[in-house]
């Protein structure tokens, strides 16, 4: 008896551990992509298939890259060896889609080329990512030696 008592505790407990940590599990998200394919090009702009919810910003600098022939792009394009394409500044952002500036071109763009952010960018958006989330822990200040009242 005593010790069907303490195995249904056991399990109480166990399933209330659980339940707890089940949030924080599920609160992690992937990080945002760092590459963003172009939908549509005009005179002097290149409108984007991605916006304020994958992080972009007015201002932000952002290399192009002809995609692969056959669509298997991958975050490695911002390692290649040759220089991009052309260069773009994102000067209007929407929720899903952004518009961009050519800065400079080097070659003709194509609709379905990749963006990608520059390194510079992509620590900026990790500033602004981590001052928001700085709001919500307050300033803990600590003394190594006494009372700083005294």
Not at 10 to 38: E, G, K, N, T
Not at 55 to 78: F, K, N, Q, Y
Not at 100 to 123: F, K, M, N, W
């Amino acid at each position: 008896m005593q010790h069907s008592v303490l195995r249904r505790l056991f399990l109480l407990y166990f399933a209330i551990i659980l339940f707890a940590l089940a949030p924080s599990v599920h609160s992690q998200s992937a990080p945002p992509p760092d590459i963003f394919h172009v939908k549509y090009i005009s005179d002097g702009a290149v409108y984007l298939d991605a916006g304020r919810n994958a992080g972009l910003e007015d201002g932000m600098i952002l290399h192009l890259a002809h995609a692969d022939p056959d669509g298997s792009t991958t975050e490695a394009v911002r390692f290649r060896s040759e220089d991009p394409v052309a260069d773009l500044k994102v000067f209007s952002v929407a929720d899903s889609s952004s518009a961009c500036e050519i800065v400079t071109a080097r070659e003709d763009l194509q609709v379905g080329d990749v963006a990608y952010l520059t390194p510079g960018s992509i620590h900026e958006r990790e500033d602004h990512k981590n001052e928001a989330e700085a709001v919500n822990y307050p300033v803990v200040i600590t003394f190594s030696y006494g009372d700083p009242l005294d």
